[in-house]
């Protein structure tokens, strides 16, 4: 398998899984949103502003492996489709 190729697959599969863990994310919101609203809802931390968008993600992904690692990359992307939930 060519190395552009397991760049563009992992690409994907990180993208999935980011699309997987946002979608939980809104579940968990809509399900919270019914309930009586809070006096006032708490700041969020720092870290939250730090998380990437997709197109961040992605292009990090892309920077992050290469011929020398992809299949090391690809075998992590395989444990965390595996464990997480309903996946692999």
């Known amino acids: 398998m060519s190395t552009k ?3 563009s697959l992992s ?3 990180l993208a999935s899984l ?3 863990s946002c979608s939980g ?3 968990t919101q809509a399900k919270t949103s019914t309930a009586a609203p809070a006096a006032e809802a708490p ?3 720092a ?3 730090d998380i990437p968008t997709q197109e961040q993600a992605d292009a990090e992904a892309e920077k992050s492996i290469d011929e020398k ?3 090391e ?8 489709l595996e464990s997480s939930p309903g996946g692999g």
């Not at 990359?73 to 965390?80: A, H, L, W």
Request: a negative charge; proline letters at 3%; zero cysteines.
């Open 43 to 45: 700041a969020l931390p």
């Open 25 to 27: 994310a809104e579940e």
């Open 11 to 13: 690409a994907l599969i």
């Open 73 to 80: 990359e690809m075998e992590k992307i395989e444990k965390e």
């Open 69 to 71: 690692n992809a299949d």
């Open 47 to 49: 870290e939250v502003s």
């Open 18 to 20: 980011a699309s997987a």
């Open 5 to 7: 190729t397991i760049v």
